[in-house]
T-cell receptor, first 115, second 110 residues
Framework: DVKVTQSSRYLVKRTGEKVFLECVQD?????MFWYRQDPGLGLRLIYF???????EKGDIPEGYSVSREKKERFSLILESASTNQTSMYLC??????????????FGDGTRLSIL | DQQVKQNSPSLSVQEGRISILNCDYT??????FLWYKKYPAEGPTFLIS?????DKNEDGRFTVFLNKSAKHLSLHIVPSQPGDSAVYFC?????????FGTGTRLKVLA
């Protein structure tokens, strides 16, 4: 079974802090994704990566950056946390190639509160 | 522009009855659709998918129907069970990334 592990289930930070959310997958997937989930807005893509050191902006990248130094690890960085970044953050991974449209596998999420 | 839409934010169904969750899309180039299920405090899990060359795909109690002319798909759960209570997202894949609907919260009443 694919395992996507997010480093924290719950996190509380203060405005202005630099926040790191870590995600690790164990299935050698090429693609990794960061989403946030907010009530009534569904899953919104922040950033994704299709290879080591590659990154692409999603729909709401402002205020975030990412890092992918190793294939299995994808980090989301909040450069200067603000209260409107309080949300549930979900990491996902998927394979490229082979069967088309590989489903994404998600971690259990990090509920981040910015005070 | 919301390319994948779930217009019903919530749905309540009696245990044993059929649950029908709906999803509309605007991009006729989508050739594959997925449904995910999400429990509170967990990540979404893949449930069932359908290719645009089919109009129906069945997996146990779950069936997805696709109506390409109407750009509409639906997920049927029969019979509904209390453990099916969750948020359901439909999704369509773009290049590398997926486009998700806003979700429908299903509550199955015992």
């Amino acid at each position: 079974d694919v395992k996507v592990t997010q480093s924290s289930r719950y996190l509380v930070k203060r405005t202005g802090e630099k926040v790191f959310l870590e995600c690790v997958q164990d299935m050698d997937h090429e693609n990794m994704f960061w989403y946030r989930q907010d009530p009534g807005l569904g899953l919104r893509l922040i950033y994704f990566s299709y290879d080591v050191k590659m990154k692409e902006k999603g729909d709401i990248p402002e205020g975030y950056s990412v890092s992918r130094e190793k294939k299995e690890r994808f980090s989301l960085i909040l450069e200067s946390a603000s209260t409107n970044q309080t949300s549930m953050y979900l990491c996902a991974s998927s394979r490229t190639g082979g069967q088309p449209n590989q489903p994404q596998h998600f971690g259990d999420g990090t509920r981040l509160s910015i005070l | 522009d919301q390319q994948v839409k779930q217009n019903s934010p919530s749905l309540s169904v009696q245990e044993g009855r059929i649950s029908i969750l709906n999803c509309d899309y605007t991009n006729s180039m989508f050739d594959y659709f997925l449904w995910y299920k999400k429990y509170p405090a967990e990540g979404p899990t893949f449930l069932i998918s359908i290719s645009s060359i089919k109009d129906k795909n069945e997996d146990g109690r779950f069936t997805v129907f696709l109506n390409k002319s109407a750009k509409h798909l639906s997920l049927h759960i029969v019979p509904s069970q209390p453990g099916d209570s969750a948020v359901y997202f439909c999704a369509a894949p773009g290049t590398y990334k997926y486009i998700f609907g806003t979700g429908t919260r299903l509550k199955v009443l015992a």
